[in-house]
């Protein structure tokens, strides 16, 4: 079982400018952002455009990504299909390129037939046949779906199933399941904005896209809290709100991608339909960014 504590940046996936995939240029993130202590990488997570790749593409990517991974760090890969026969075949594709564990969103496109019973069928049906283990993805922004604590802690009793990204930020109900599921089972924020409450509830790390452009900041909020410098943590905590704010809550992956550019990484373009972000959005983040960095 994959240990997940520590901070996870999920990779936006690269295209050049015609919207062509480039791996090449995801290799060259990879290998600035293990400078840093992180734990691992996510690749083809939501900042990584999953539904907007070929499942040709979606294996290269794994393929990729994980010769350029360090062999320490963990490699977390988003498999979650609309089907539950898609998401075995995909994560088996994940596994056989060297995935560490799959990231596995649930299936929401008949949302309203999602039942407790329907979303344990499925999980519990790709753990069977996953030859890695499985880690819970509650997204409810993109999927308009967030899932309930009785169905997490239920899905936790399976031997296979061993963690959950949860991006709601819901931090009583975080609390509430990292209460009550299996001590083996582990939870990870899903974004900056509350890493150190999910933390105070017993998560043991986060995939966050901050970790993209501000990686130590992420990883000094997970160190200080596991140190008991609460103060410390609280204080980079309030710092990164605002610039978390504005490139994940509300301009999304084009932003994080421009925020790339800006940072002396690769971010390039999202694909169609997503747009890049425009020149007073571009103004308004470098402004961010500045007042970020240097205060």
Same mark, same amino acid.
């Given at each position: 079982m994959?240990?997940l504590?520590?901070?996870?940046p999920?990779?936006?996936?690269s295209f050049d400018?015609?919207?062509?995939?480039a791996?090449?240029?995801?290799?060259e993130n990879?290998?600035?952002?293990s400078h840093y202590?992180?734990?691992g990488?996510l690749v083809?997570?939501?900042?990584g455009?999953?539904?907007?790749?070929?499942d040709?593409?979606?294996?290269?990517?794994?393929?990729?990504?994980?010769k350029?991974?360090?062999?320490?760090?963990?490699?977390?890969?988003g498999?979650?299909?609309?089907?539950t026969?898609?998401?075995?075949?995909l994560?088996?594709?994940?596994?056989?390129?060297g995935?560490d564990?799959?990231?596995v969103?649930?299936?929401?496109y008949y949302?309203?037939l999602?039942?407790k019973?329907?979303?344990m069928k499925?999980y519990?049906?790709i753990a069977?046949?996953?030859?890695i283990?499985?880690?819970?993805?509650?997204?409810?922004?993109?999927?308009?779906?967030?899932?309930?604590a009785?169905t997490?802690?239920?899905?936790?009793?399976?031997?296979?199933?061993?963690?959950?990204?949860d991006s709601?930020g819901?931090i009583?109900?975080m609390g509430?399941?990292?209460?009550k /599921?299996?001590?083996e089972?582990? &939870?990870? +924020?899903?974004?900056?904005?509350?890493?150190l409450p999910? @933390?105070s509830? #017993?998560?043991?790390?986060?995939?966050?896209?901050?970790?993209?452009?501000?990686?130590?900041?992420?990883?000094?909020?997970?160190q200080?809290?596991f140190?008991?410098?609460?103060?410390e943590a609280?204080?980079?905590?309030?710092?990164?709100?605002?610039l978390n704010?504005? /490139?994940?809550?509300i301009?999304? &992956?084009? +932003?994080?991608?421009?925020?790339?550019n800006q940072?002396? @990484?690769?971010? #390039?373009p999202?694909?169609?339909?997503?747009?890049p972000?425009?020149?007073?959005t571009?103004?308004e983040?470098f402004?961010l960014?500045?007042?970020?960095?240097?205060?």
């Amino acid at each position: 079982m994959p240990i997940l504590r520590g901070i996870f940046p999920p990779l936006p996936t690269s295209f050049d400018g015609n919207e062509a995939l480039a791996t090449n240029k995801m290799v060259e993130n990879i290998k600035q952002l293990s400078h840093y202590n992180l734990a691992g990488f996510l690749v083809l997570g939501s900042n990584g455009e999953l539904v907007h790749l070929t499942d040709d593409e979606k294996e290269k990517v794994y393929v990729e990504t994980r010769k350029a991974i360090p062999s320490d760090k963990i490699m977390l890969a988003g498999t979650g299909c609309p089907s539950t026969r898609q998401t075995i075949e995909l994560t088996q594709k994940a596994a056989k390129a060297g995935a560490d564990a799959a990231l596995v969103l649930n299936p929401s496109y008949y949302k309203g037939l999602m039942t407790k019973e329907v979303l344990m069928k499925h999980y519990f049906t790709i753990a069977d046949a996953s030859s890695i283990p499985i880690i819970v993805y509650n997204m409810p922004a993109n999927s308009g779906l967030d899932m309930d604590a009785d169905t997490i802690i239920a899905l936790s009793q399976h031997a296979n199933i061993v963690g959950l990204k949860d991006s709601g930020g819901n931090i009583a109900k975080m609390g509430e399941i990292c209460q009550k /599921v299996n001590p083996e089972f582990q &939870v990870l +924020a899903g974004s900056a904005g509350f890493l150190l409450p999910a @933390l105070s509830v #017993g998560a043991v790390g986060g995939v966050l896209a901050l970790a993209n452009i501000a990686p130590q900041h992420s990883i000094d909020i997970h160190q200080y809290f596991f140190e008991g410098r609460i103060d410390e943590a609280r204080k980079i905590q309030q710092k990164i709100i605002v610039l978390n704010n504005f /490139v994940t809550r509300i301009h999304g &992956v084009p +932003a994080l991608k421009e925020a790339m550019n800006q940072l002396g @990484l690769y971010g #390039g373009p999202p694909r169609k339909p997503l747009l890049p972000v425009d020149d007073k959005t571009k103004d308004e983040l470098f402004m961010l960014i500045k007042d970020f960095f240097n205060n």
